[in-house]
């Protein structure tokens, strides 16, 4: 996932690129409000970090203009040290999904920013993830191949849920490895391990995998019209 910074403070740009590109985001980061809104609506991001006193153009009019001439909803959190009440309605104003304020903890960034991605992928209620004839209910974790249950450990069940919430999108190694393990880890075996048992679960009755492995990168969900086009175990 995609996450554009618009800071223009260099350690609070560094620090925010480096938590999020361990989490297994992929970050990229401007220093003032007129580059920032080019680059905001020149590409599609997953979510947008934006601090409000910023070279160029101000963070409340990025903000603004992002929602309405460029018509994007690219979810919004900012992060300023302007911290009245008065601030926060503003930034809210402008169409900010979020405010934070500054100094703030990286865990409470990465915590918000998967609250409002999910929000904005529809994910906070969730409904059924379908994949081609793959469902999975997250509420009771229940997952079928063509109507015939499969039954997967823990772990593969939640890389599953990962894989189908974001159909057609790599993930990459260090993002799964967080989001199950709570931190990448160290090397791809267990990873590895966990892909395989969940490709040999899922395909038990000799349908193709429906797993990708974009190698060097991650692993996605194919399209399932005709399998994926990689069925190698490692990225």
Excluded at 25 to 52: C, F, K, M, N
Excluded at 121 to 137: H, K, N, W
Excluded at 184 to 206: E, F, I, K, Q, Y
Aim: charged letters at 25%.
């Amino acid at each position: 996932m995609r996450i554009l910074i618009i800071e223009d403070d260099p350690a609070i740009a560094a620090n925010l690129y480096d938590y999020l590109e361990a989490a297994g985001y992929a970050p990229e980061h401007t220093a003032d409000g007129v580059t920032g809104l080019h680059r905001a609506v020149s590409a599609q991001w997953s979510a947008i970090l934006l601090d409000v006193s910023l070279p160029g153009m101000d963070g409340y009019t990025v903000c603004r203009k992002l929602r309405e001439e460029a018509r994007r909803d690219t979810p919004v959190l900012m992060l300023t040290a302007k911290d009245t009440l008065d601030d926060k309605l503003a930034g809210f104003g402008h169409g900010a999904d979020d405010y934070l304020v500054k100094p703030f903890s990286l865990k409470e960034v990465g915590a918000r920013l998967a609250a409002l991605i999910k929000r904005h992928q529809g994910q906070v209620v969730p409904g059924a993830l379908r994949c081609g004839d793959i469902t999975l209910d997250p509420r009771t974790l229940e997952v079928e191949r063509a109507g015939r249950p499969v039954r997967l450990p823990r772990k593969c069940l939640h890389l599953l849920q990962l894989l189908m919430g974001a159909p057609g999108q790599v993930l990459r190694r260090a993002e799964l490895e967080t989001a199950v393990w709570g931190e990448p880890l160290p090397d791809s075996d267990t990873l590895r391990s966990h892909m395989h048992t969940l490709r040999r679960a899922l395909s038990a009755d000799g349908e193709a995998t429906p797993i990708e492995t974009v190698h060097g990168i991650g692993y996605r969900i194919g399209s399932m019209s005709g399998g994926a086009s990689s069925a190698g175990d490692a990225p």
